[in-house]
């Protein structure tokens, strides 16, 4: 790839003149949308699959991508469940992206074969969003690297963008630097975050040592500091570590307002937490902007992508900047890679040591309308 054109990748997610109306007006930048809550595995940790649910259909998920397009949204995120389970992803990608959405979607990784990739990135999908816990199973998760490994391959030449995040609990915390160092040297922007709790505020697995979390998440913010792709922003990263000292952040959730979620029966959330029997087809701009207010549940809140997105509309120069600074960190990098002598054609790398997303030494193929510092997912 052109140097020129690795260097662009590096800023391509500051698509910032898009998603600056966003900050500033009061349309929303983003939804998550549960396509579905039937889910092929059981995470220990997880609270957001019910398999006594059948799918929505494609025409009810139509006419909700419509409305929430309509609410004036950049970007949808689909989730569940598992939405790889859905027998019409490709068709639902194929339309969020004929709407105009930037899209992603976040999966298990189970059910991704190279045809599904393909199917995937011809409707239009940019964003890949594939969740792994560990190296190999546990009994609290079977997302590892031992399934996920061998599909990487599937993305070598393909233009969607693969980002990885794991969960960090007890259970994998022993194998968090192996997951985020696996998928940082194959040049996929990764991230670990920390667990969080039930909408009763219950952790269903345990959380974990707060020293040793805070040891792993201190690294995770130094090694963003050196230009390294840890998929998250710094701000996020801090927010982390103040809920593991128990200091409050001062923000103003922004979930219900700036970002919301609808259900797979069409319900509007402000968040994956925080659920209302209101339906996606009866909300107007006036509901989601009484939504702009500090919420009580805000005290230990782990819904990150809406702490992502409050901090950013709150403070964009602030979160901005500091990811602007970590990713011109690694352009030396890519200047050195694209005017060393090329080496001499040696046999393939070892399986599953391949880079992704142009090259193991450029930044994510954020498409247009993908902002990185808030990203669509969940
Ligand atoms: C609910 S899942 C749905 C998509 C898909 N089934 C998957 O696992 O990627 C979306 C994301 O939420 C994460 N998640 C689920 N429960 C969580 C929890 N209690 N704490 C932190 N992340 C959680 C999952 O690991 C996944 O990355
Ligand atoms: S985290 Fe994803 S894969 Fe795991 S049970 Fe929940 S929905 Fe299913
Ligand atoms: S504070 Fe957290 S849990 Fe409460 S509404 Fe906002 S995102 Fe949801």
């Known amino acids: 790839m052109k140097l020129l054109d690795q260097v662009s990748r590096e800023f ?13 007006d009061r349309k929303p930048l983003q939804c998550s949308l549960y396509v579905t809550d039937r889910c092929n595995l ?12 059948p799918h929505p259909s494609l025409s009810d998920l139509k006419k909700w991508v419509d409305k929430i397009r309509e609410l004036g ?3 949808i995120a689909l989730v ?3 939405p790889l389970t859905h027998p019409d ?10 709407v105009g959405f930037a899209t992603s979607l976040t999966t298990n990784g189970f059910l991704l074969t190279k045809a599904k990739l393909q199917a995937l990135e011809e409707a239009g999908l940019q964003v890949m969003q594939i969740s792994v816990d560990r190296m190999t199973p546990s009994p609290i998760t079977k997302k590892t690297f031992k399934t996920i490994l061998p599909k990487l391959d599937y993305f070598k030449d393909s233009k969607v963008s ?57 690294w995770m913010i130094v090694r963003k500091r050196g230009g390294e792709k840890i998929h998250t922003n ?5 927010y982390q570590l103040s809920l593991l000292n128990g200091t409050p952040t001062d923000w103003t959730c922004m979930a219900g307002y700036k970002l919301f979620f609808v259900s797979a029966q069409g319900k509007f959330w402000e968040c994956s937490m925080v659920k209302t029997e209101k339906h996606i087809m ?24 809406a702490v992502s997105t409050s901090l950013l509309v709150e403070n964009p120069a602030k979160v901005v900047g500091k990811e602007i600074v970590a990713r011109a960190k690694r352009v030396p990098a890519l200047m050195r890679s694209a005017f060393a002598p090329r080496a001499p054609e040696v046999a393939a790398e070892p399986k599953g040591s391949t880079a992704v997303n142009g090259s193991s030494q450029s930044a994510p193929a954020a498409k247009s309308d993908e902002s990185l510092v808030g990203s669509a997912k969940h």
Not at 12 to 24: K, P
Not at 180 to 209: C, K, M, N
Request: negative net charge; glycine residues 8%.
């Open 282 to 305: 009866d909300i107007t701009l006036d509901d989601l902007f009484a939504n702009y207010r500090k919420k009580p549940c805000q005290a230990g809140c782990g819904v990150y992508c």
């Open 234 to 238: 710094e701000a996020v990263l801090d």
């Open 80 to 82: 569940g469940g598992e």
């Open 162 to 218: 693969l980002h990885i995040t794991g969960v960090l609990c007890h259970d994998t915390l022993p194998e968090s630097t192996a997951v985020l160092e696996t998928g940082l040297a194959r040049g996929i922007p990764t991230e670990v975050r920390l667990v969080h709790a039930d909408p009763t505020s219950f952790y269903r697995v345990q959380r974990g040592s707060p020293e040793a979390l805070k040891n792993f998440i201190e």
């Open 42 to 53: 059981d995470c220990s940790y997880c609270t957001e699959y019910d398999n006594s649910q």
């Open 89 to 98: 992803i490709v068709e639902l990608v194929r339309y969020c992206r004929e």
């Open 73 to 75: 949204t950049m970007r």
């Open 12 to 24: 391509s997610g500051y698509n910032i003149l898009e998603s600056a109306r966003r900050l500033y």
